[in-house]
């Protein structure tokens, strides 16, 4: 159980085109999702904060027009970035919890993205 | 104070022996700790997770030691193997927040065979 998927896997995108990627939580209800920034060989860096039917929290430092994020539902959030650029290029992970009081956060296998 | 150190930044262990990952951290309210394992081009899979109310929890090979006095906490691997491989996360988390969790700065294993 606590299986969450990420799509695309990996995706390459010329500069100044937009890069949707979902994350969904394939078995079970995610009232809270949070998305991850990780360069190579770095920690996770934790970009936004989203509560299902609320506008996400943004990190200080990440612009949010940048990186629009969508929780419509208790299992699907989405992260859109917008008019991508070169140092956009990144792994992009995103994570799901259950609810509160649930504090294990389960894990999206990544998305690859390159920005050419 | 809402930092996680860890440490060794690269661990490099035979196999069968025990590889030793520590923690530490600076805010008293952090009650939850777990760790992540993540293999290259994948994301972070939890290991084990601790709370502050017990010293010690242990799941088959992997152990997470716990000092409330100290802040520190630690992974403890042991009869290490080859697929131990990977980079361990240390994080901390508090009750009542919006659950986000702070992670360490990670640590790369080779187990050597």
């Known amino acids: 159980g606590a299986v969450v998927s990420q799509h695309p896997s990996w995706v390459i995108c010329k500069s100044g085109t937009s890069v949707k990627i979902e994350c969904r939580s394939l078995?079970?209800?995610?009232?809270?999702m949070f998305w991850y920034r990780q360069f190579p060989k770095q920690s996770l860096m934790l970009m936004a904060t989203s509560n299902e039917g609320s506008k996400a929290t943004y990190e200080q430092g990440v612009e949010k027009d940048k990186f629009l994020i969508n929780h419509a539902s208790l299992t699907l959030s989405t992260l859109t970035v917008t008019s991508a650029h070169p140092e956009d290029s990144s792994f992009y992970i995103c994570?799901?919890?259950?609810?509160?009081?649930?504090?294990?956060?389960?894990f999206g296998p990544g998305t690859r993205l390159l920005v050419l | 104070q809402q930092q996680v150190k860890q440490s060794p930044q690269s661990l490099i262990v035979q196999k069968g022996g025990i590889s030793i990952i520590n923690c530490a951290y600076e805010?008293?309210?952090?009650?939850?700790f777990p760790w992540y394992q993540q293999f290259p081009g994948k994301g972070p899979a939890l290991l084990i997770a601790i709370r502050p109310d017990v010293s010690e929890k242990k799941e088959g090979r992997f152990t997470i030691s716990f000092n409330k006095s100290a802040k520190q906490f630690s992974l403890h691997i042991m009869d290490s193997q080859p697929g131990d491989s990977a980079t361990y996360f240390c994080?901390?988390?508090?009750?009542?927040?919006?659950?986000?969790?702070?992670f360490g700065q990670g640590t790369t294993l080779q187990v050597k065979p």
């Open positions: 078995d079970f209800q995610a009232t809270t």
């Open positions: 994080a901390a988390s508090k009750a009542g927040n919006t659950g986000k969790l702070i």
């Open positions: 805010n008293t309210a952090f009650d939850y």
């Open positions: 994570s799901a919890r259950g609810f509160p009081g649930q504090e294990t956060q389960y």
